[in-house]
Nanobody, 116 residues
Framework: QVQLVESGGGLVQAGGSLRLSCAAS????????MGWHRQAPGKQRELVATVTNDGSTNYANSVLKGRFTISRDNAKNTVYLQMNSLKTEDTAVYYC?????????WGQGTQVTVSS
């Protein structure tokens, strides 16, 4: 089992920044990648970004890549999502996940609200 605890969400004005953190604990040696998804009201959950154990990153699209940066601290078993130039459409619940050989694990989610 892998437990994921997210932090760093909140309310921010458009144009502002937030950094999300997700700390993994439990059986972490099987983790192959970690990342973030988000789910806006009335919409399906969508990929934001992922990072593998060797540091390779993948973003859902180039627009997000230009504003968001995913990083990982393997020593702390923590993944971060730095979000800059936030827009109202970034408002969503952001979920951390960890991919393992046995399946995927999800955090509880952290709310990010961007006001205009």
């Amino acid at each position: 089992q892998v437990q994921l605890v997210e932090s760093g969400g909140g309310l921010v004005q458009a144009g502002g920044s937030l950094r999300l953190s997700c700390a993994a604990s439990g059986i972490i040696f099987g983790i192959t990648a970690m990342g973030w998804h988000r789910q806006a009201p009335g919409k399906q959950r969508e990929l934001v970004a992922t990072v593998t154990n060797d540091g390779s990153t993948n973003y859902a699209n180039s627009v997000l890549k230009g504003r968001f940066t995913i990083s990982r601290d393997n020593a702390k078993n923590t993944v971060y999502l730095q979000m800059n130039s936030l827009k109202t459409e970034d408002t969503a619940v952001y979920y951390c996940y960890a991919a393992t050989v046995g399946g995927s694990y999800w955090g509880q989610g952290t709310q990010v609200t961007v006001s205009s």
